[in-house]
């Protein structure tokens, strides 16, 4: 069953617009929350976090909201460059168990 | 340090023939995982090691598929016989024990295997 889902496979922004990327997940006992990001023939690398005793976390450009009554977490990207274009993972964990969405692909168009 | 390790990065084969990916975590990290990208499931836990101790395998898809871990330096993971839809991206991805970040994995390049 899948747990995290990302129900936009894929999302196209003009540069400089801002990017929101949706997740939404089941399981009430994740209490840690990740986004990912994977180029091309390349692995996930880690882009930002959250703990579920929050609701929002920024890193530059990068802002995550947390919505714990509706299971649901976004990724927000302002602005948005041409170099963001790659597939973002959204992941929610507890322990050991981490679960993965299935990704959207984001297209920042110059 | 180099990051996680993979190989090979590319894999052809035949059905049925035994296809073994290799992983060599970040040194000292406690826990290895193997994850599966397809189009249609994304990335899929197959199976994670605590200390070389295989801890759940619940994510391997039949017997077909089996995984090891030696040393703490070293995984394995095989798929014998190989079938097409075994076809996929996998990866393996090592995190820490204790400290900052405990809940972030790092993720090697992959291998991209196809199965003729």
């Known amino acids: 069953d899948q747990q995290v889902k990302q129900n936009s496979p894929s999302l196209s922004v003009q540069e400089g617009r801002i990017s929101i990327l949706n997740c939404d997940y089941t399981?009430?006992?994740?209490?840690?929350f990740l986004w990912y990001k994977k180029y091309p023939a390349e692995g996930p690398t880690f882009l930002i976090s959250?703990?579920?005793?929050?609701d929002k976390n920024e890193d530059g450009r990068f802002t995550v909201f947390l919505n714990k009554s509706a299971k649901h977490l976004s990724l927000h990207i302002v602005p948005s460059q041409p170099g963001d274009s790659a597939v973002y993972f959204c992941?929610?964990?507890?322990?050991?168990?981490?679960?993965f969405g299935a990704g959207t692909r984001l297209t920042v168009k110059p | 340090d180099a990051g996680v390790i993979q190989s090979p990065r590319h894999e052809v084969t035949e059905m049925g023939q035994e296809v073994t990916l290799r992983c060599k975590p970040i040194?000292?990290?406690?826990?290895l995982f193997w994850y599966r990208q397809t189009m249609m499931r994304g990335l899929e836990l197959l199976i994670y090691f605590n200390n070389n101790v295989p801890i759940d395998d619940s994510g391997m898809p039949e017997d077909r598929f089996s995984a090891k871990m030696p040393n703490a330096s070293f995984s394995t993971l095989k798929i014998q016989p190989s079938e097409p839809r075994d076809s996929a991206v996998y990866f393996c991805?090592?995190?820490?024990?204790?400290?900052?970040?405990?809940?972030?994995?790092?993720f090697g390049p992959g291998t991209r295997l196809t199965v003729l």
């Open positions: 991805a090592s995190r820490p024990g204790t400290g900052v970040l405990t809940d972030t994995q790092y």
């Open positions: 399981n009430s006992m994740f209490d840690y």
């Open positions: 992941a929610a964990s507890v322990g050991w168990d981490m679960r």
């Open positions: 040194s000292g990290h406690d826990y």
């Open positions: 959250i703990s579920s005793i929050k």
